[in-house]
């Protein structure tokens, strides 16, 4: 068994907490059920809320994963990000430099550079838009679509967040989001996503102002709507990347794709 421990720095739920520490909320609830979870050395059974400043003491099986291996080349690495760990900080934990980013509680694809010249060529490629992110995104509520929709992003760094406008206000820019469902319901709809350029949360961002934001999205998301939803993750998904001519061999006109385990049996034509 390993033994992991944890100081909780705010406020929240046991399995939450785990879950931003790279935990399945499976595992969560199953170390839980075998009271192999302590909370200031008392063990328990339940999932209780935590405060800031208590200790959380896990016993598992194996370390908890940030990350799943999908391509090592000679000069990028390509991995799937688990939600709970900056894309910076798993690029630290690597060795490698990162050339762009998910928020932290999105999973994904995310390409490495293994050396400054990778790193300058991916860097001029993102900025060019000779790379395509594709994502999926749950959201809440049925939305039908199958289009390009624009709209301003204005940053807000004292609150780290952004607002989207329909028209240009000052200090704005203009983002494009393509949005295509897949399946929908009444309670919620699964999408294909693709983002023009890419600014900070600008998925997440746009998806609420279009009044359907990500299920368990803290920030843009209301979270009485998505209660009901047993998912301790927002709902997003960077599952393919594309490259034309990057510079780079091993990437160029290559595309990589990983479905997440959830979605493969629905079979989705992406």
């Known amino acids: 068994?390993?033994?992991?421990?944890?100081?909780?720095?705010?406020?929240?739920?046991?399995?939450?907490?785990?879950?931003?520490?790279?935990?399945?909320?499976?595992?969560?609830?199953?170390?839980?059920?075998?009271?192999?979870?302590?909370?200031?050395?008392?063990?328990?059974?339940?999932?209780?809320?935590?405060?800031?400043?208590?200790?959380?003491?896990?016993?598992?099986?194996?370390?908890?994963?940030?990350?799943?291996?999908?391509?090592?080349?000679?000069?990028?690495?390509?991995?799937?990000?688990?939600?709970?760990?900056e894309t910076e900080a798993l690029g630290e934990m690597l060795g490698v430099f990162a050339v762009h980013r998910l928020d932290r509680n999105t999973e994904g694809l995310v390409v490495f550079a293994k050396n400054e010249s990778a790193k300058k060529k991916l860097d001029i490629a993102f900025k060019e838009r000779r790379v395509k992110k594709f994502y999926l995104a749950e959201v809440v509520g049925d939305f039908i679509a199958n289009a390009l929709f624009k709209a301003y992003l204005k940053k807000d760094a004292?609150?780290?967040?952004?607002?989207?406008?329909d028209k240009k206000v000052p200090f704005s820019k203009e983002i494009e989001t393509e949005i295509e469902t897949l399946k929908h319901s009444k309670e919620s709809s699964l999408l294909k996503v693709r983002i023009i350029g890419g600014k900070t949360h600008q998925i997440r961002a746009h998806l609420a102002f279009l009044g359907h934001p990500i299920i368990g999205d803290g920030k843009y998301g209301r979270r009485e709507e998505y209660k009901k939803f047993n998912f301790k993750h927002q709902r997003l998904f960077a599952y393919k990347i594309a490259f034309e001519d990057v510079g780079i061999t091993e990437l160029n006109g290559r595309e990589f794709t990983k479905i997440p385990?959830?979605?493969?049996?629905?079979?989705?034509k992406i």
């Open 1 to 85: 068994m390993v033994k992991k421990e944890y100081l909780v720095e705010k406020e929240g739920k046991i399995s939450s907490i785990l879950c931003e520490k790279g935990f399945s909320y499976n595992e969560v609830l199953k170390m839980l059920r075998l009271k192999d979870v302590r909370v200031n050395d008392k063990k328990v059974g339940e999932d209780a809320l935590v405060f800031a400043g208590d200790r959380l003491t896990v016993f598992c099986k194996s370390e908890p994963k940030f990350f799943e291996p999908v391509f090592d080349g000679e000069e990028v690495l390509f991995v799937y990000k688990f939600a709970g760990i």
């Open 261 to 268: 385990k959830e979605f493969e049996k629905l079979n989705l």
């Open 158 to 165: 004292e609150k780290a967040l952004v607002k989207i406008y």
